[in-house]
């Protein structure tokens, strides 16, 4: 880093610029921007929901087929996270947007043109590129342009964002389904099936992130390490106000102190090979999909119907579950920089572990009747109920939280790379359950139920015992950060 770097100041940018007003709606706004990425991520993952019934019987799939096409994103997904760490170190935050949102676009249009179950499966690991990527940039853009005081608010907006896209997707595969003859697999007014119109909605809000993402700044930590400390002074002005901009520039010359490209070997610890904040990281991830959440989200309206719902009331149903999951959003929003991470953390594990757990024993006791469990008028409402309070537990904690500490409990030098690593950890769990889920289903929901509500207990001692504090912290402080434990 030259003398310019290491003093924090710039001979082509003013020691002292003039602050605008604003700064806190300014970062706002830059963060509502980058949490586009999530909508896109939520909308994408979430649109093949109303169109799994439809493509069973376009592709004649059987449950092991469907599970893979559903799932097939998920191994996308797992790879573009992996991928897009490094490569916003090389080339930006705000490049690897634009090239997700291209991304975006052309599995929209592939997964409606799609002739073959061949053919469906690779247009949505495209997409799962995209959204893996997505799900690595927002959070790491967010958390390096948010103030300290408001990083938790801001980076709960990529959930936010993640929830208002599955709401949009559910409510879009409804609207398109209800103006169809024959539901999903009936012919759309505008010709084609219905399920094509479903893929194909996407690619409205793709090109409106392509768009916006061309107005943003790049990230001030990304310019500091390309040395451009007059753009980075720039942006950080813009979202400081007039606080010590220099002194942060300093700051992040500091955290950035060893002046070279990340490597995945940079992430090495002595234990278990991995650093010890990054085994965090990748088990916050997988605890996040063990719980079984994306079963409700990819499934939710087939598994209405198996208990006896109509296609229509098995999708408003769904819809009805994303609503709870945007308004229990709100409340960690409202909450997170208020009480910290850790607290929301431990009550949504034991929310979820409740709630999974009387789901388990509403499909565990429910009699069969042609080969689906038949709930009847008193488990039906329980398990329905139950459902709904499971989805706010986890979107009020655990489905907000986690991403905001994976944007910020990474010091600078680290964190895109570090993050890539824990959200791929992520999508490959994500794709284990989801995978698992139809076949382990067949054999009992009980079972499966059963299974996620002993993964919520052990989220809860894990969050105990290891998982930091990030409240407050400077992300130029994170190197500090100690497990519970031995404090």
């Known amino acids: 880093m030259s003398d310019d770097g290491a003093s924090g100041r710039d001979p082509k940018g003013p020691a002292h610029p003039q602050a605008p007003s604003h700064s806190a709606a300014t970062a706002v706004l830059l963060a509502g921007a980058a949490a586009l990425g999530g909508f896109l991520f939520g909308y994408d993952s979430s649109v093949i929901n109303g ?36 490569l916003a170190d090389r080339i930006g935050r705000v490049r690897v947007m ?75 595969d409804y609207v398109i389904a209800r103006a169809s003859e024959g539901g999903a697999s009936g012919e759309f007014p505008w010709g084609g099936s219905a399920w094509r119109w479903m893929f194909a909605s996407a690619v409205v809000p793709a090109v409106m ?27 950080l002005t813009r979202v400081m106000g007039r606080g010590d901009v220099d002194d942060k520039i300093r700051d992040i010359v500091r955290s950035l102190a060893v002046d070279r490209p990340v490597h995945l070997r940079d992430l090495r610890g002595h234990r278990f090979g991995l650093l010890p904040i990054v085994w965090v990281g990748i088990l916050l991830s997988v605890f ?81 009747v042609n080969g689906e469990p038949a709930l009847g008028d008193v488990a039906g409402p329980v398990a329905l109920v139950a459902a709904n309070a499971y989805v706010l537990s986890f979107a009020a904690t655990w489905g907000p939280v986690v991403w905001v500490m994976l944007g910020e409990m990474f010091n600078n030098f680290i964190r895109a790379s570090a993050l890539a690593v824990a959200a791929a950890a992520q999508w490959v769990a994500n794709w284990v359950i989801t995978t698992t889920f139809p076949g382990i289903s067949s054999l009992s929901l009980g079972l499966a139920y059963g299974l996620y509500t002993a993964f919520s207990l052990l989220a809860f001692v894990f969050v105990l015992r290891a998982v930091p504090e990030t409240k407050g912290r400077e992300l130029e402080d994170m190197d500090k950060l100690a497990a519970p434990s031995h404090r």
Request: hydrophobic share 60%; charged share 10%.
């Open 51 to 86: 169109t799994v019934d439809a493509l069973k019987g376009q592709f004649q799939l059987n449950s092991v087929a469907v599970g893979f096409v559903v799932s097939a994103a998920l191994l996308g997904c797992a790879a573009g996270a992996w991928l897009a760490g490094p």
């Open 209 to 235: 992130y392509g768009v916006i993402a061309t107005t943003i700044p790049e990230s001030p930590r990304y310019l500091v390490k390309k040395h451009e400390l007059a753009r980075a002074r720039e942006v």
């Open 98 to 172: 634009l090239v997700a949102a291209a991304l975006f676009v052309a599995s929209s249009l592939g997964s409606a043109l799609a002739f073959s179950a061949l053919d469906l499966t690779f247009w949505r690991v495209v997409g799962g590129l995209a959204i893996g990527a997505a799900s690595v940039i927002a959070p790491a853009y967010i958390a390096e342009i948010a103030p300290a005081e408001l990083r938790g608010r801001l980076g709960s907006l990529q959930q936010m964002a993640i929830v208002l896209g599955i709401f949009s997707a559910l409510v879009a």
């Open 288 to 368: 996040q999909q063990f719980v079984g959440i994306n079963v409700i989200f990819y499934y939710s309206s087939s598994l209405w119907q198996a208990v006896g719902f109509s296609e229509a009331d098995a999708m408003l149903t769904s819809v009805i579950n994303s609503v709870v999951n945007v308004l229990s959003t709100l409340v960690a929003i409202a909450l997170v920089d208020k009480i910290g991470r850790r607290p929301l953390l431990l009550a949504g594990a034991a929310g979820m572990a409740v709630t999974l757990g009387i789901m388990t024993v509403c499909f565990a006791t429910a009699p069969i």
